[in-house]
């Protein structure tokens, strides 16, 4: 059993790295979470401001490539595009309701980053832990969907020190009514 859920997660990582190669996402969102980082770390909201005005072009470019991204990986069939609740083999076959489809997901995650670069109307700090909320999630998905969700919150965890709980309140009500509505259904 274990042999055979390792083949199904080194095809559905392959797949997903298959669609991920030609954007540049992983960097967009390694030089956002940096500059983040770095501008809350400020204590002059003159500097703040400075190194936040600074990522806008890094925002739209992740906003427009995860956009693409959805949109390419929605082209898929259905049955290569789901990804388990429970992590046993072929329980997608047995059970579809214990699977997520990953392209509806991508494509939630992708309207998320969208809305929360959009909103300007927020302070910067409030903007910056939506936008990084957004993107944990996201890659929360794409490791839950390439190996399983308690690796997924694992990472998100040591990488970021952050909890899935914390992402999932973090993010904006509508990602998170559209999220629960995918993984939950």
Same mark, same amino acid.
Request: with cysteine; proline share 3%.
């Given at each position: 059993?274990?042999?055979?859920?390792?083949?199904?997660?080194?095809?559905?990582?392959?797949?997903?790295?298959?669609?991920?190669? =030609?954007?540049?996402?992983?960097?967009?969102?390694?030089?956002?979470?940096?500059?983040?980082?770095?501008?809350?770390?400020? #204590?002059?909201?003159?500097?703040?401001?400075?190194?936040?005005?600074?990522?806008?072009?890094?925002?739209?470019?992740?906003?427009?490539?995860?956009?693409?991204? $959805?949109?390419?990986?929605?082209?898929?069939?259905?049955?290569?595009?789901?990804?388990?609740?429970? $992590?046993?083999?072929?329980?997608?076959?047995?059970?579809?309701?214990?699977?997520?489809?990953?392209?509806?997901?991508?494509?939630?995650? $992708?309207?998320?980053?969208?809305?929360?670069?959009?909103?300007?109307?927020?302070? #910067?700090?409030?903007?910056?832990?939506?936008?990084?909320?957004?993107?944990?999630?996201?890659?929360?998905?794409?490791?839950?969907?390439?190996?399983?969700?308690?690796?997924?919150? $694992?990472?998100?965890?040591?990488?970021?020190?952050?909890?899935?709980?914390?992402?999932?309140?973090?993010?904006? =009500? #509508?990602?998170?009514?559209?999220?629960?509505?995918?993984?939950?259904?």
């Amino acid at each position: 059993m274990q042999w055979l859920n390792k083949q199904g997660q080194r095809k559905r990582t392959a797949l997903l790295a298959e669609h991920l190669r =030609p954007y540049q996402i992983e960097k967009h969102m390694e030089q956002l979470t940096s500059a983040y980082m770095r501008a809350l770390g400020e #204590a002059e909201p003159e500097r703040q401001q400075q190194i936040l005005q600074l990522q806008e072009m890094a925002e739209q470019q992740l906003a427009e490539e995860f956009k693409a991204l $959805a949109k390419d990986f929605g082209r898929l069939a259905a049955p290569e595009t789901r990804g388990f609740k429970i $992590a046993l083999p072929y329980i997608d076959q047995l059970s579809p309701k214990a699977t997520f489809d990953m392209r509806r997901l991508l494509e939630v995650h $992708a309207q998320g980053i969208d809305r929360a670069i959009a909103q300007t109307a927020q302070g #910067a700090k409030e903007r910056s832990f939506r936008i990084m909320a957004e993107m944990f999630l996201m890659q929360h998905s794409c490791h839950w969907f390439c190996k399983s969700k308690t690796i997924a919150s $694992a990472r998100m965890l040591t990488q970021h020190q952050t909890r899935y709980e914390q992402a999932l309140d973090g993010v904006s =009500p #509508a990602t998170r009514e559209a999220y629960l509505a995918v993984v939950l259904a």
